[in-house]
């Protein structure tokens, strides 16, 4: 099963709104990734959050973790249609004696011009 | 400093035949992990190497495996391809484990169609 879960799955605006997608977890993490991926492309890091910060800030993004609801949200602002794109959250997660990074099942963005 | 390389991008093969899927890391990391990425289930971890050594494995049949070379470039092999393989393969460098919490340089991914 996925350690995150994003809402929503998808989500339509128009360019200059501000888009905000959330991100569920089930179990205690250290941190907290978002990535970016277009359409059949590589993804790509945008911003790391440790557990002991509440809120992060890059750019036109920013990352709020709330560890005693195990959620997280990316804001993404004045949006452009450039950010089209799917995002994903990633934990840390432990199992079976090793730990690995999980992906959620992320949260397709579509800017309209 | 160059990124993540990826070969091929583009794989096209028959079912029972095995395929070798290669990544180069960014120079300097000693981290790379393998994900497989399909419509159905998301982005799933296939396999971590550090320092040539396979630290961390995912839920996956034995078919799937891989290494990791002394300069961190890594190969991962999938024998007796099934219809189910067809997915983007995707590599990922970081400069430690992930226990150190660091993120990822994807590569670009190998496409993999099996028929």
Redesign the interface.
């Known amino acids: 099963s996925q350690q995150g879960e994003e809402d929503p799955q998808a989500l339509s605006i128009q360019e200059g709104e501000n888009a905000t997608m959330n991100c569920s977890y089930k179990t205690s993490i250290n941190n907290l990734q978002w990535y970016r991926q277009n359409s059949g492309r590589g993804l790509v890091h945008l911003i790391l959050i440790r557990s002991n910060e509440r809120e992060k800030h890059s750019g036109r993004l920013r990352v709020t973790l709330d560890t005693s609801k195990k959620s997280s949200s990316l804001l993404i602002t004045a949006s452009r249609a450039a950010d089209t794109a799917s995002y994903f959250c990633a934990t840390p997660t432990r199992g079976g004696g090793y730990q690995k990074v999980t992906f959620g099942t992320g949260t397709k963005l579509q800017v309209i011009p | 400093k160059a990124g993540?390389t990826?070969t091929p991008r583009y794989l096209i093969k028959t079912r029972g035949q095995q395929v070798t899927l290669s990544c180069s890391p960014i120079s300097g990391h000693r981290s790379v992990?393998w994900?497989q990425q399909t419509p159905g289930q998301?982005?799933q971890?296939l396999f971590?190497y550090f320092s040539e050594t396979q630290?961390?494995?995912?839920n996956f049949p034995g078919r799937f495996s891989g290494r990791q070379f002394s300069n961190s470039r890594s190969e991962m092999n999938v024998s007796t391809l099934e219809l189910g393989d067809s997915a983007?393969y995707?590599c990922?460098s970081s400069p430690a484990?992930?226990?150190n919490?660091?993120?990822?340089?994807?590569?670009?991914?190998t496409?993999l169609t099996v028929v």
């Open positions: 993540v990826q992990s994900y998301g982005l971890f971590e630290r961390n494995k995912g983007l995707l990922a484990r992930q226990e919490s660091y993120g990822y340089t994807f590569g670009s991914g496409r």
